[in-house]
Nanobody, 118 residues
Framework: QVQLVESGGGLVQAGGSLRLSCVAS????????MNWYRRAPGKQRELVAV???????NYGDSVKGRFTISRDNAKNTVYLQMISLKPEDTAVYYC????????????WGQGTQVTVSS
């Protein structure tokens, strides 16, 4: 089992920045991939950023060049640095861990709200 706790969301003006954190606990050595997803009201869940065990990163087209995913292994934490935020970035952001356990959907955090005002 893996437990994930997100933090760092909040209200920010367009053009501003936020850094989200996701702290993992439990069977962290079983984690192969960490993802950030988001779900905006009335929209489908969207994959925002990915970081693999080997450190490879990938981003959704809508956030490329503005968002950066990183990790601190010593703190069992994955970060999502968001800059140049836009109102359309408003969503609940979820941390997701794909591990050798947890099935195809993996483990999920509770989500953190990001609201970008225009």
């Amino acid at each position: 089992q893996v437990q994930l706790v997100e933090s760092g969301g909040g209200l920010v003006q367009a053009g501003g920045s936020l850094r989200l954190s996701c702290v993992a606990s439990g069977a962290i050595l079983s984690i192969n991939v960490m993802n950030w997803y988001r779900r905006a009201p009335g929209k489908q869940r969207e994959l925002v950023a990915v970081i693999t065990r080997g450190g490879t990163t990938n981003y959704g087209d809508s956030v490329k060049g503005r968002f950066t995913i990183s990790r601190d292994n010593a703190k069992n934490t994955v970060y999502l640095q968001m800059i140049s935020l836009k109102p359309e970035d408003t969503a609940v952001y979820y941390c997701n861990a794909l591990a050798t356990t947890g099935g195809r959907s993996g483990y999920w955090g509770q989500g953190t709200q990001v609201t970008v005002s225009s």
